[in-house]
């Protein structure tokens, strides 16, 4: 039987299945740290690495693992409701980096292993950016607000590291519309 799905069916299937990395990693980067570097300042988190993922497949569709990343991050640590907002409302600034990938720019991003660490930076830089902003409005005093933005730095390298990658495999760091009809274009011929 060929049975086939449309696109808004693929789509809600391929974003269930990245949140559904997105929880289990966080969870097991979580329980490591937890367990084996308890008392070190520094986090490594893979909301921005999964973000930029999004973004590249399904552009504005992000923010919702933006903001599940952050709020799983908040849950798993323990934080307050205050830490909730900061981190699930301050990854969403990341959304601002969509302008950027309008027209054919997904595809020199992707086709550019410097660009792509640029865009994965940003993608980092910008949640960064909007937990320490939300911090701000949530009276936090300005150290803290900095502290939302340094502990992460451990997370700029590894979203690096993980973008430089998925970007080689095919597909997989691609506007999932172009890729669809370049597979259907491919299987044509």
């Given at each position: 039987?060929?049975?086939k ?18 929880a289990?990693?966080q ?9 084996w570097?308890p ?24 923010g ?9 991050f ?6 307050s ?66 502290g939302?933005?340094?502990?992460d ?37």
């Amino acid at each position: 039987m060929n049975q086939k799905i449309s696109l808004s069916q693929y789509r809600a299937i391929d974003l269930t299945i990245l949140a559904a990395v997105l929880a289990l990693c966080q969870s097991l980067i979580y329980l490591a740290s937890s367990r084996w570097f308890p008392e070190q300042l520094y986090v490594v988190s893979p909301v921005a690495a999964m973000t930029a993922l999004v973004l590249m497949r399904w552009s504005a569709c992000a923010g919702i693992h933006a903001a599940l990343g952050g709020v799983l991050f908040a849950a798993l640590s323990g934080g307050s409701w205050k830490h909730f907002l900061i981190y699930g409302i301050g990854n969403l600034l990341s959304l601002a980096i969509l302008p950027v990938l309008r027209g054919d720019r997904k595809e020199k991003i992707r086709g550019d292993a410097l660009l792509t660490i640029v865009f994965a930076l940003a993608v980092q830089l910008l949640m960064q950016l909007g937990r320490g902003a939300v911090a701000a409005l949530l009276a936090f005093p300005w150290v803290g607000c900095l502290g939302f933005i340094t502990t992460d730095l451990l997370s700029e390298l590894f979203t690096c590291f993980v973008c430089w990658i998925v970007r080689r495999i095919d597909g997989l760091f691609e506007d999932q519309k172009h890729y669809l009809l370049r597979i259907q274009s491919e299987q044509t011929r």
